[in-house]
């Protein structure tokens, strides 16, 4: 009979291309490795991989086993899940890997609710963007993968995995508190000569964002790309640039900006991504039982029940989920704590400031 773990470091080296690469994963040696594929051939009586060069590749042989090796797996998993959830208690290890954002937001309630509710559960909490998530999901790492997701954004969607959506979060514009757009009114394509704060290279906001400037009819100057939004914030105060600020970068952070929603609403959705095969462990279905009251509470499942409901937009300045995302925030400076607005500035707090609204080419515009 052949060795499942044998058959488990094979499928490694297929899915992370090297043998160090899978000796590092399985945490043993290359050599080790080595041997034991080399075991694992004399068991299937022929060659399962072919030197190339300082590499290896498969050989058709190697695939076909691969691929039994990727069904034996999913099993084992649907065994681990079935025979976790007869279990009295939920336990065992709950791997989470989360966009930046969502880690600083959404996670730090999750993981302190369920560490609550189920103290021999072992949670961890990797900060991966959305791509280096889904990949640690592919490979086995993590358990749930929170991502986000733009409705124009070319996004390869894997078949094999299975996505909750959490919460759609509004995405807004910030400008400092001292812009003076000319003219009644600004539309996108006003904003051509302004230097643009952005997201990360390669991110989907980014990219969302750019379109919308080429869309408007220009290429955004842009002055700096930041991974952190504590830094695009500090920036944009610093009337250093325009930039484009999700809800959940607002939630429980004071801001002194102009902030203004796209009309119609421009919104990302946050999504837990699993593997199928992973949906009826307790651990799992509890976590995303979990995530499901954060993105909507008035009607999130009892505690301790798996099922789901569908979760509404989040709000990052009141910190609710009704039907709709909220209104235009305040142009005055204001405290956002997720609760309640607070004045920052002096004086009375100045009328909301309004939506930005979409032209027929997909750019903005505001009052």
């Known amino acids: 009979m052949l060795s499942v773990w044998r058959l488990q470091l094979l499928r490694e080296v297929a899915r992370r291309g090297t043998i160090a690469a899978a000796a590092a994963a399985m945490d043993i040696t290359p050599s080790a490795v080595s041997q034991q594929l080399n075991?694992?051939?004399?068991?299937?009586?022929m060659p399962l991989l072919e030197r190339v060069g300082r590499s290896v590749r498969l050989t058709d042989a190697g695939w076909l086993t691969v691929r039994h090796a990727d069904s034996i797996a999913a099993a084992l998993a649907t065994a681990e899940s079935e025979l976790a959830s007869i279990r009295s208690i939920v336990m065992g290890d709950l791997r989470i890997a989360a966009f930046p954002t969502a880690a600083r937001a959404i996670m730090p309630s999750v993981?302190?609710?369920?560490s609550r509710r189920y103290p021999a559960l072992r949670l961890s909490l990797r900060d991966f963007e959305a791509a280096e998530s889904l990949a640690a999901l592919r490979l086995g790492e993590v358990d749930v993968a929170i991502v986000d997701e733009y409705e124009d954004a070319d996004v390869l969607r894997d078949p094999a995995t299975e996505r909750h959506l959490v919460l759609r979060d509004p995405v807004y514009l910030a400008l400092a508190l001292d812009h003076r757009p000319a003219g009644a009114r600004v539309s996108l394509a006003d904003l051509a000569d302004e230097f643009w704060v952005m997201d990360a290279e390669h991110s989907h906001l980014f990219e969302t964002i750019r379109r919308a400037c080429r869309a408007a009819g220009f290429e955004p100057?842009?002055?700096s790309h930041c991974?952190?939004?504590?830094?695009?914030?500090a920036l944009i105060e610093a009337g250093l640039g325009v930039g484009v600020l999700p809800g959940l970068a607002l939630r429980d952070r004071a801001v002194r900006a102009r902030i203004a929603p796209f009309k119609p609403l421009l919104t990302r959705d946050v999504v837990a991504v699993i593997n199928p095969e992973r949906r009826a462990h307790p651990a799992v279905a509890m976590a995303l039982a979990e995530l499901d009251r954060f993105g909507y509470p008035e009607t999130a499942a009892p505690v301790g029940s798996a099922s789901s409901s569908r979760p509404r937009a989040c709000c990052p300045r009141t910190g609710s989920r009704g039907r709709s995302p909220c209104s235009a925030p305040p142009s005055s400076a204001t405290t956002w704590t997720g609760r309640s607005r607070s004045r920052t500035g002096a004086g009375p707090i100045s009328p909301p400031t309004s939506p930005i609204t979409s032209t027929s080419s997909g750019a903005a515009s505001a009052p």
């Open 111 to 114: 993981m302190a609710a369920l």
């Open 221 to 223: 100057r842009i002055r």
């Open 227 to 233: 991974k952190d939004f504590s830094v695009i914030i």
């Open 39 to 45: 075991v694992l051939e004399r068991e299937v009586g």
